[in-house]
C-alpha cells in the first residue's frame, strides 16, 4: 500500500479549483504516493471529512492558507487532525505562511511551512516525513525543533514550471466544480511569479519579481486533452499577469488554433500590455478564444498609480480598454479604493475612471475595493513604520477580511460614496433586463452626475435582494 499524503483546501464561496493543492499532489511520485484532495468546500463538515481520510499508512496532511477568513478553517482542520492523530505532521503552505511562517509555527497543529513555490519543497518534505527523519536543511521549509524553537531554512530557488509535471486534474472530482460553478469552466495556471513591483502587492516578495510560463506546446496539449475529457466551456487563466510576454501570447494563440482549440478563454492582462498590443495580435488572441481580460487598474489618479509604483498610466488603462472594446471582447477592470492617504479628489478620480470604462462597453464590469493592507509589501512596512497594528496571532489574521473591512483613514463621505457607486453602475451600464428600465435610467442618471443622495433605490433592491456573502 502507498503511503497517503491528505491535501486540505479550505471552505470559501467561490469555486476556483484548488490549483495550488493540485500543483503540490501532482509533484509527488504517483508510483509512490497516494494524494487525496479534501475540499472543505464541497463538504458539510469539512473538519470532519479530512479527517475520514486519515489512515495508518498517512505521511502528513498538506493545507493551503491565504490571509484571512480562509485562516478560521484551515485552523478548525489542523485541529481536527490532531485530535484523532496528534502524531500526524501538518505541514502548511501557500501565500500566508509564505509571509508569516515563525506565527505559523507557534500554533502547535502545525508543525512545518512550505514557503514560496511549493512542488519540490513539498516532495521533499513528504521524503523526510516518510522516513522518519527531521526537516533540518529542507530549503523553503520552517519546522519546529523539538525545543519547540521555529527554524526557516533558505530559500529555494524558484524552479521552471515546465520542469514540474503537469497538474493531474483527475485528483480532484472536475464535474463537482462544473455543477458548483454553473459552467464548465476549467481553472488553469499557466504561469507562475509577476515580474512587477506594485507597492500594495506581496507577489514581489514571494516570487522575487521571478516569473515562469508554460511554453506554448505544452498548454495546447493539455488543454485540449482536457477539452476532450471534459468538454470545457471556458478556461478560466489564474495567472498573475497572462499577457507579461507578447511573443509568448502570440505563440499561445498560433498554438490553440493549430491544436483546433475552440474554447472561449479569459486572462489578466496589465494595461501597459494591453495598451502595446498591436491589433493583429488582439484579433488573433480572440480567434484563438479570448473572450475576457481582467486588468487590475488600481486608481484612476495618475499621481496614485504612481506611488503605488503600479507603474501605468491612466492613459494606457483607456488605450486597452478602447482596442478590447473595438475587437468585442470583455473585460474586468479592478479597482483598489481607500489607499492610505488618498484624498476624496484621488476616490473621485477612480469612480470617474471606472463610470468612463463602464460606458466604454456593455462588456465591460467593474470591480472596487477597499484597500486593506494585505502584508509583504512596501505599503504595509511603511504602516507598521507608522505604527499601524497588524493582527500578530492567527485567530487574529482570521479576522482580517477584504469584505466589510474599512481602514480608519477611509472616511465616511468616501465609503458611502464608493458603496453607493458599485450599486449604482452596475444598473447604470451593461446589459439590463428590460424590467430593470427604468432603474437603468435612473441610475445611470445619478452616476453621471456623481449624485447618490436619498439613495432610496438601493435600499429597496438591497431589501428585496440581500447581498450574497462573499467570503
Ligand atoms: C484564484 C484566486 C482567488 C480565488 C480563490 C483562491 C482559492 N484559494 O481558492 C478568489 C477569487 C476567492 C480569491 C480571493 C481573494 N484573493 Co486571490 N487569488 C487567486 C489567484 C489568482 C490564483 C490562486 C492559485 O490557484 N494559484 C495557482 C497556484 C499553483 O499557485 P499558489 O497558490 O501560489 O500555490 C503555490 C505556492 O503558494 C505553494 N502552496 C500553496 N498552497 C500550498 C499548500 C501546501 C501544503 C504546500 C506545500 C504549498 C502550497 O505551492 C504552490 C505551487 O507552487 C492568486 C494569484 C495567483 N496567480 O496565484 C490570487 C491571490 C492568492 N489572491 C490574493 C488576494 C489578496 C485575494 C483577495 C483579498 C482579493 C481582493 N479582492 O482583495 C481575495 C480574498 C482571499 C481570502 N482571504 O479569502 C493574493 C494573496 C494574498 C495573501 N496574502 O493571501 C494573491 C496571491 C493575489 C495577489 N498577487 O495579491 N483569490
Ligand atoms: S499587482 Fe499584479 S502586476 Fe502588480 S506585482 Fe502584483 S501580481 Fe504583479
Redesign the pocket.
Known sequence: MRPRVV?Y??Q???W?????????GSALDPARYEVVIVDGRLEADPAAALVAQLAPHTVCV?????????IRDVLAASRAVKVVQPGLPV??????P??FPEQCLAEPSVDAV?I????D??AA?VERLAAGQSLAGVAGAAWRSAAGRPVVELPRAMRDVNALPPHNYHLIDVPRYFAAKGKRQL?Y?SS?G?RFRCAF???PT?YQRGWYGLTPARLAAELAAYHARWGLDEIAF???TFFTSRARVEAVADAFLAAGLRVPWTA?MRADQGARLDDALLEKCKRAGLRRAMIGVESGSAAMLARIQKDITPAQVYASAERLARHGLGAIF?F?VGFPGESDAGVQASLDAAARLRALSPDFEV?L?FF?P???NPIAGELLAQGYRFPDTLAAWADF??IGGREAWVTHRQWQRVERFKFYQRYAYGRNHLLRWPLSRLSRWRVQRHYYDYPWEKALMERLRPAAKL?
Not at 498538506?62 to 480562509?70: C, F, H, I, K
Open positions: 491535501l483546501n479550505p470559501a464561496v467561490f476556483t479549483m484548488p490549483l495550488a493543492l493540485l500543483a503540490v498538506g493545507v493551503t492558507v491565504l490571509t484571512g477568513a480562509p505541514v502548511w503552505g501557500g501565500w500566508h509564505s509571509l512550505v514560496g513555490q511549493g512542488e519543497t513539498f518534505v481553472d495556471i507562475q509577476c502587492c506581496a507577489d514571494v489564474q495567472d498573475e489578466t479592478n483598489i470591480a475595493f486593506r494585505y502584508p509583504g477580511d477584504y467570503s
